[in-house]
T-cell receptor, first 118, second 110 residues
Framework: GAVVSQHPSRVICKSGTSVKIECRSL??????MFWYRQFPKKSLMLMAT?????????EQGVEKDKFLINHASLTLSTLTVTSAHPEDSSFYIC??????????????FGPGTRLLVL | QKEVEQNSGPLSVPEGAIASLNCTYS??????FFWYRQYSGKSPELIMS????GDKEDGRFTAQLNKASQYVSLLIRDSQPSDSATYLC??????????FGTGTRLQVFP
């Protein structure tokens, strides 16, 4: 299967600072990437869809000025949590869409980034 | 509202048994279906994808799709304790985005 990496895997920051998380597709080009967050023992929550060369599409209730997404190349999308607060502490996971044939696309997930805001 | 439904479990099976995980979805036009495994504290890992009616086998895993009944299942043969995880069913609607079920927690006991 295709490989998606995320960096950093874990970050601790002070309240009010900004944190950037990188998501890379290592062996395929991804025109579309997705950002999720997950709270303990809860399901994945889609935050936004990141499209290469265009603005991200945010899910209802997700603040686009709070969670800045940039998809500058076919292999890299970044999520910046601006002015982070303790309630932003969560497990952030990206995924990248890979086309494997006619109408056959699959999403592969990165290993996730655990953010703790103090 | 497009939905994917799974029993949250836990589903407990003895080692060596067959574990059967089920999922139903609401939109008849769905084309792509996936099973992901998620260990506690880790991100989801793709196990199987299935696109057409019938069975698809990969090692100990078999995915079954019935579009008429809007039902997709995952069978795990010869279950091992290392299979203990949460299994997420996901459905792709019209090349838009994946919709995930809430997951079924599987426990395989020795």
């Amino acid at each position: 299967g295709a490989v998606v990496s995320q960096h950093p895997s874990r970050v601790i920051c002070k309240s009010g600072t900004s944190v950037k998380i990188e998501c890379r597709s290592l062996d395929f080009q991804a025109t579309t990437m997705f950002w999720y967050r997950q709270f303990p023992k809860k399901s994945l929550m889609l935050m936004a869809t990141s499209n290469e060369g265009s603005k991200a599409t945010y899910e209802q209730g997700v603040e686009k000025d709070k969670f800045l997404i940039n998809h500058a190349s076919l292999t890299l999308s970044t999520l910046t949590v601006t002015s982070a607060h303790p309630e932003d502490s969560s497990f952030y996971i990206c995924s990248a869409r890979d086309w494997e044939g006619h109408y056959q696309e699959t999403q592969y997930f990165g290993p996730g980034t655990r953010l703790l805001v103090l | 509202q497009k939905e994917v439904e799974q029993n949250s479990g836990p589903l407990s099976v003895p080692e060596g048994a067959i574990a059967s995980l089920n999922c139903t979805y609401s939109d008849r036009v769905s084309q792509s279906f996936f099973w992901y495994r998620q260990y506690s504290g880790k991100s989801p890992e793709l196990i199987m994808s299935i696109y057409s009616n019938g069975d698809k086998e990969d090692g100990r895993f078999t995915a079954q799709l019935n579009k008429a009944s809007q039902y997709v299942s995952l069978l795990i043969r010869d279950s091992q304790p290392s299979d203990s995880a949460t299994y997420l069913c996901a459905v792709f609607y019209n090349t838009d985005k994946l919709i995930f079920g809430t997951g079924t927690r599987l426990q395989v006991f020795p």
